[in-house]
């Protein structure tokens, strides 16, 4: 049983930076993706990771702006998220999935942190 849990989020203006973490013990046998949910709408796909790091993906909506990264050693996935805007306001949630792939599709990862706010705010 693997058991994420995120880090790192908070209350920042628009254009400030934050980053996330996601760690658990065996992670670096997982790919993993970010998620996000914010209040009335459907959790969307954020970012992802395959397990060795050499290939990341991303939403169009935050390309350019969030980095995704990984470092095995530690177990423990990043989200540096950079010219945050108040759209991105949301529950942030890391999952992890026994695959090869990142896939696009929450219902594919087997497991899944409680959750991290992050607010965008003036």
């Known amino acids: 049983q693997l058991q994420l849990v995120e880090s790192g989020g908070g209350l920042v203006q628009p254009g400030g930076s934050l980053r996330l973490s996601c760690a658990a013990s065996?992670?670096?046998?997982?790919?993993i993706a970010w998620f996000r949910q914010a209040p009335g709408k459907e959790r969307e796909f954020v970012a992802g990771?395959?397990?060795?790091?050499?290939?990341?993906i991303y939403a169009d909506s935050v390309k350019g702006r969030f980095t995704i990264s990984r470092d095995n050693a530690k177990n423990t996935v990043y989200l540096q998220m950079n010219s945050l805007k108040p759209e991105d306001t949301a529950v942030y949630y890391c999952?992890?999935?026994?695959?090869?792939?990142?896939?696009?599709?929450?219902?594919?990862?087997?497991?899944w942190g409680q959750g991290t706010q992050v607010t965008i705010s003036s």
């Open positions: 065996g992670l670096d046998s997982y790919a």
């Open positions: 999952a992890a999935a026994d695959a090869m792939a990142v896939r696009y599709s929450a219902s594919v990862y087997d497991y």
């Open positions: 990771i395959i397990r060795s790091g050499d290939i990341t």
